[in-house]
């Protein structure tokens, strides 16, 4: 009896922390930063600015980011974010995306969705509505700093991309009008 005593409590107490040791990981991976989040997803952690402190993740993938104050960052082009970045983390991609604006020959526009298609091909694609902006992965390797700013007038932006249907329909509209002109014509 003396024996089982001896040699079961390890065993029984080795099974036992077995089992309670994959919930300690989940705590810690709850503890993470958001830039580990975004590595664990497929995402480069350059993403999202230095100095995350403070952000929410569901189950779901839902996750919210809160920063100090809205601030510009310089990659390929100037990305500014806004003091509350929220959006739906899956593996290589956020969708829902607000709270990130990127400028592209002087407008600002607000970007809708970052994916990365194939990791291998060093790309990263940012859906700003109308058109899908691509960018060299290796830009967004590390966070980078993030100076203050006030949000940008996204208005400009927002009318570009909600003309771009207008002026496509205008366009054909137009050509229309001059092949019925050339047939009458004729």
């Known amino acids: 009896m003396q024996f089982l005593r001896r040699f079961l409590f390890p065993v029984l107490a080795l ?60 990659f390929e082009n100037e990305l500014h974010y806004d003091m509350n ?33 194939i990791p291998s091909s060093g790309l990263i694609y940012f859906d700003v509505g109308v058109v899908s902006k691509q960018f060299s992965l290796s830009s967004f390797e590390t966070p980078r700093d993030c100076l203050a700013s006030p949000q940008p007038d996204l208005r400009d932006g927002r009318h570009v991309v909600e003309s771009v249907p207008e002026i496509m329909s205008g366009k054909l509209r137009y050509k229309f009008d001059q092949d019925s002109v050339a047939r009458t014509a004729l």
């Open 85 to 117: 970045v929220t959006g739906t983390l899956s593996f290589g991609q956020i969708d829902g995306l607000s709270g990130i604006s990127a400028q592209d020959l002087f407008l600002w526009f607000p970007v809708k969705e970052i994916r990365v298609d």
């Open 15 to 74: 099974f036992v922390f077995s089992l309670v040791s994959p919930m300690a990981d989940s705590n810690e991976a709850s503890e993470s930063s958001i830039y580990d989040v975004l590595k664990l997803h497929g995402l480069p952690m350059g993403l999202l600015p230095k100095g995350v402190k403070n952000f929410s993740l569901d189950n779901s993938g839902k996750f919210e980011v809160h920063l100090d104050q809205a601030c510009n960052a310089k």
